[in-house]
């Protein structure tokens, strides 16, 4: 874990002006659209998640294929967000490269085992044993966090300072697993010793230790670019020498909460470059959605749907320094 000292300073750094500036308007992009399971003649589909498809390649590789599936409250949502599939892929391949380390990438994002139809938004990744608990770090107080926080003073059984507020940050970035459900259901936030019994003492002590410090650096290169990394997810699995492998996604807008530093100010909700843009809609009185009843979540209208992809772009070429138009 980073020492809190330089934690601390991590929302202040860069401004808006840092590399990566604003983002190309939505308009300039060609728009890419795969809100259905594509079918590929070459590969077997081997499983579906809310967004993700998975294809058997060979004995030792799979194909990942990230559609424009957006999903909120355990919902996958009739309205898909165009181009986010690409997005995400682009995201992902930036930071597995930028964090350097083991992860399950096994070829180019134009790796020529890669359809035609799904280039830019698949990737030929190693068969794992994946690991069944969601890694979280959180940096700031958000989300289920913070209604865990007002619960019960702590996070996932981390105690907390009292008088934290929505979007406070965190003493240090802190470990807060959940299990990982079946799609329709709900992740289980769970505490470490949860963990350590389900999984065994020394790989949950190794989750914990690779979540927080890839939290850590990828906070401080945000930070570098005027963006606060709040939260994030990560999926680990273990390769045939039992190694622990960083796999599935890796710090997208769909897995992290992203905000601009310019502005940030804890006791209220921050903007994001992330879907909780969509998910501030859905309960907002505009939807007339009810979440706690039994009704799926409404369509999105034409400008969250925008705004959504505008948002998710404007992450990538931020963090990235990179132009999405560019992308594969």
């Known amino acids: 874990m980073a020492p809190a000292s330089a934690w601390r300073g991590a929302h202040s750094a860069a401004?808006?002006?840092?590399?990566g500036g604003g983002t190309v308007g939505w308009v300039a992009h060609p728009i890419g659209l795969l809100d259905v399971r594509p079918s590929l003649s070459d590969y077997a589909h081997l499983a579906g998640g809310k967004v993700r498809d998975l294809y058997?390649?060979?004995?030792?590789?799979?194909?990942l294929?990230?559609?424009?599936?957006?999903?909120?409250?355990d919902h996958v949502l009739d309205t898909p967000i165009p181009d986010k599939g690409r997005v995400l892929t682009a995201m992902s391949v930036f930071f597995f490269n930028e964090l350097?380390?083991?992860n399950h990438l096994a070829g180019p994002p134009?790796?020529?085992?890669?359809?035609?139809?799904?280039?830019?938004?698949?990737?030929?990744?190693?068969?794992?044993?994946?690991?069944?608990?969601e890694c979280v770090a959180r940096g700031y107080l958000t989300g289920s966090g913070l209604a865990d926080y007002q619960r019960t003073g702590a996070v996932c059984g981390v105690q907390l300072p009292d008088g934290l507020v929505e979007a406070s940050q965190l003493p240090e970035p802190i470990f807060t697993p959940a299990t990982k459900a079946v799609m329709g259901e709900h992740d289980e936030n769970v505490d470490f010793a949860t963990v350590v019994e389900q999984l065994g003492q020394d790989l949950a002590v190794k989750l914990r230790e690779d979540t927080l410090e890839i939290y850590f650096r990828a906070a401080s290169f945000a930070a570098d670019r005027g963006i606060i990394l709040a939260d994030t997810k990560f999926e680990f699995g273990l390769?045939?020498?039992?190694?622990?492998v960083l796999a599935d996604e890796v710090l997208t807008p769909d897995s992290s909460r992203y905000w601009p530093a310019e502005g940030y100010e804890p006791g209220r909700v921050q903007p994001s470059f992330d879907k909780q843009f969509v998910r501030n809609w859905l309960t907002s009185a505009e939807s007339g959605w009810d979440r706690a009843g039994d009704t799926p979540p409404p369509p999105l209208p034409d400008e969250i749907v925008e705004a959504t992809r505008a948002r998710y772009i404007e992450a990538y070429?931020?963090?990235?320094?990179?132009?999405?138009?560019?992308w594969v």
Not at 15 to 19: E, I, K, S, T
Not at 57 to 63: A, M, P, R, V
Not at 239 to 244: E, K
């Open 15 to 19: 401004g808006p002006g840092a590399a």
């Open 56 to 63: 058997t390649i060979d004995d030792e590789h799979l194909l």
């Open 65 to 73: 294929v990230a559609s424009d599936r957006i999903s909120a409250y």
């Open 100 to 102: 350097g380390g083991y």
């Open 110 to 133: 134009d790796d020529e085992r890669i359809p035609a139809e799904v280039l830019g938004r698949a990737l030929v990744v190693r068969k794992l044993d994946m690991v069944p608990v």
């Open 239 to 244: 390769d045939a020498d039992g190694n622990l």
């Open 317 to 326: 070429e931020r963090i990235s320094g990179l132009s999405f138009a560019d």
